[in-house]
C-alpha cells in the first residue's frame, strides 16, 4: 500500500507544473514571475517546482532522490512532498515583487521510501554479513523560512523545520541476511523529519 501512495504522490509532483498553472490562471495577472525552481544545497539531490496561487498562498512539491554507496554498502532513498507556503508580510509589499517573497509558514505532507545496507561482520561462511533497513512512510510537518526574490528572477531561501511520521502510516524492517532475528533498532530516529535548507533558484 505504502509503495502505491509513493509512486502516485511521485507522479503527482511530477504533473503539478502542468495542472496549477490550469487551476490558477488569475495568478499570472498577479505576478510577472509566478513560477520558481530551485535546488536545495543541504540535501544530496533536489528539485522544488513553487506556484503562486494567491497573494499570499503558494504550492510547492518536491522531489528528493539519492542512490550512492559512500557511507554504506548501499543506500537508497526517495521523498516527495506537497507543501503550502503562507506568506506574512503586508500585501503591498507582496504585490512590489515579482513573486511572494518574505517569511512564510509551511506545513507539509511528505512520503519517503528507504532502503539502507551495510557490511557489520561476518556470517556462517566467513563472509561479511548484511544489515538491511527498508522503511516506507508517509508523515507531515511544518517548516518556518524566508524567501528573497532577486534581480532578474534569481530566489534565495533558508528554511528550516521538521515532522514525523507516524508509526501507523509507516513500514519498517530491519533484517540480517543471514539472522532470523528482526530487530526494530533505531526505528524511533527514522520516525523523526528534520529540514533545514539553503536554496537558490530562478523564478519565471
Not at 32 to 43: I, Q
Not at 128 to 156: A, H
Amino acid at each position: 500500500m505504502h509503495f502505491t501512495i509513493i509512486r502516485l504522490l511521485l507522479l503527482l509532483c511530477s504533473l503539478s507544473p502542468a495542472f496549477v498553472p490550469v487551476l490558477a490562471q488569475d495568478s499570472t495577472r498577479l505576478w510577472s514571475r509566478p513560477n520558481v525552481l530551485k535546488t536545495n544545497f543541504l540535501a544530496p539531490i533536489s528539485v522544488f517546482y513553487e506556484r503562486a496561487l494567491t497573494p499570499r498562498f503558494a504550492l510547492r512539491t518536491s522531489i528528493r532522490w539519492w542512490q550512492f554507496g559512500i557511507v554504506s554498502k548501499d543506500e537508497q532513498f526517495v521523498n516527495a512532498t506537497i507543501e503550502g507556503k503562507f506568506y506574512t508580510a503586508k500585501l503591498s509589499r507582496l504585490m512590489a515583487k515579482e513573486h511572494p517573497s518574505g517569511f512564510f509558514i509551511n506545513p507539509y505532507l511528505k512520503v519517503r521510501s528507504l532502503r539502507y545496507v551495510n557490511e557489520i561482520g561476518a556470517g556462517p561462511n566467513k563472509t561479511s554479513e548484511l544489515d538491511e533497513i527498508r522503511v516506507k512512510s508517509i508523515g507531515f510537518g511544518l517548516t518556518v523560512g524566508y524567501m528573497w526574490v532577486l534581480k532578474r528572477g534569481f530566489v534565495l531561501e533558508l528554511v528550516h523545520g521538521g515532522g514525523f511520521m507516524p508509526d501507523a502510516l509507516t513500514s519498517f524492517q530491519h533484517t540480517m541476511r543471514y539472522s532470523a532475528v528482526t530487530s526494530d533498532s533505531g526505528r524511533d530516529y527514522l520516525m523523526l523529519d528534520l529540514r533545514t535548507g539553503v536554496s537558490l533558484g530562478y523564478a519565471f
